[in-house]
């Protein structure tokens, strides 16, 4: 792919380090104070108006219409197809090039259409119509098991043949810089008779991703290892935030409820799935031998290194955890196979998260349930205050990137704060 090519640099300042080369060119949903929502591509600390960019004849050569850029979602883009994606992506890769003068050249569409980050507001970038949880990283399944299990044996007996997944609520997935009040709910202490209620006391975030379906499937349709790409627009960072205390009265029979709908958080930007292309690596080597329509082939994991960062309230950043999604031992497409191998239909926009991504060593764990060890080992923040788990008035910041042959491909911050309950 030609946006993908490493020596490519473009006319838009792009800082050491930034998040968001010409190679990258992820979508998003933006406004400012003169401009309704719309779509957008981020280059450097600039936002690219795929509006303004339509407007000014840009896509003329495309066979798209130029109304889908002026939505307050990418749900009508995205449902152009493939191929619309691609092309779209090669056009503001070729604009955006330091070769290229069609638009660095023409001083009032260059000024129309290149918005400083510093001046636009991030909105969700999809209406999502339904979601997914899984719960696919092994490091993660084999601690909780330990914790809350027999520790011989940490791993339910369906975790090896099977991407475990609920359907979550998606009317609570918010965009990143969301602030949220504690939830409340039920509480039972192993040690009480009856639960009480209130507020949570173990507040957890998860650190996760999420992909984005990009091709609908009529009920009763399924869709193939092979075929799972061609569903799959792009990744965000995801916290999927949790009530621990809440969720070990509520999940026997049927899982998360409470503890879990009260707030999801995603970056605002989505990086295509051809853009994280070169960053593919080998997965795990599953055993037992998984069943026919969960084998695929080729490098399905992806290389994308994941931080997490405690905000205290005093404004300091804390690193608390560093994860990589290719510690995931279930695949996107082995988890959209199974999760339609039923003839369950998927729509447009439709969010379909990770589950906490640990790594296998300390440092790597994906939870503060993990990482302080159900609150047996605190953390001690820069500000000398202590956390067992998250207090109001933090915030928990998400960052991710993936890096190779000198390209920085990343997300942006999925950055969420916690307020008190009401």
Known sequence: MRANDPALRSWVPVPEGNDFPIQNLPFGIFRTKNRNPRVGVAIGDFVLDLAAVAEFGYFDSLTLDKKVFSQNTLNAFIATGQQNWRKVRDRVSELLDEKSQALQGQKSARQNCLIPMSDVEMLMPIHVPDYTDFYSSIDHATNMGKMFRDPANALLPNWKHIPVGYHGRASSICVSGTSFHRPKGQLKPADAEVPTF????????????????????????????????????????FNDWSARDIQSWE????????????????????????????????????????????????????????????????????????????????????????????????????????????????????????????????????????????????????????????????????????????
């Open 251 to 422: 999940y026997v029979p049927l899982g998360p409820f409470l503890s879990k709908n009260f707030c999801s958080v995603a970056s605002p930007w989505i990086v295509t799935m051809d853009a994280l292309e070169p960053f593919r690596v080998e997965g795990y080597k599953q055993e037992p031998k998984v069943l026919p329509y969960l084998e695929y082939s080729g490098n399905k994991n992806i290389d994308i290194n994941l931080e997490v960062l405690i905000r205290t309230p005093d404004g300091t950043e804390n690193s608390i955890c560093r994860s990589n999604y290719k510690y995931m031992y279930w695949t996107m497409e082995q988890q959209l196979a199974h999760h339609t191998v039923n003839g369950c239909n998927i729509n447009v926009g439709d969010m379909m998260a990770s589950g906490t991504i640990s790594g296998p060593e300390e440092g790597s764990f994906g939870s503060m349930m993990e990482i302080t060890w159900r609150g047996t080992k605190p953390l001690k923040m820069k500000d000398g205050s202590e956390r067992k788990f998250i207090n109001d008035g933090d915030a928990v910041i998400i960052r991710g990137y993936a890096e190779k042959n000198g390209v920085r491909i990343g997300f942006g911050d999925c950055d969420s704060t916690v307020l008190p309950a009401k």
């Open 198 to 237: 209130g507020p949570t006391k173990l507040l957890d975030f998860e650190l996760e991703t999420a992909f984005v379906i990009g091709k609908a499937t009529q009920l009763g349709d399924s869709v193939t290892t092979a075929e799972a790409q061609d569903h799959i627009f792009g990744m965000v960072l």
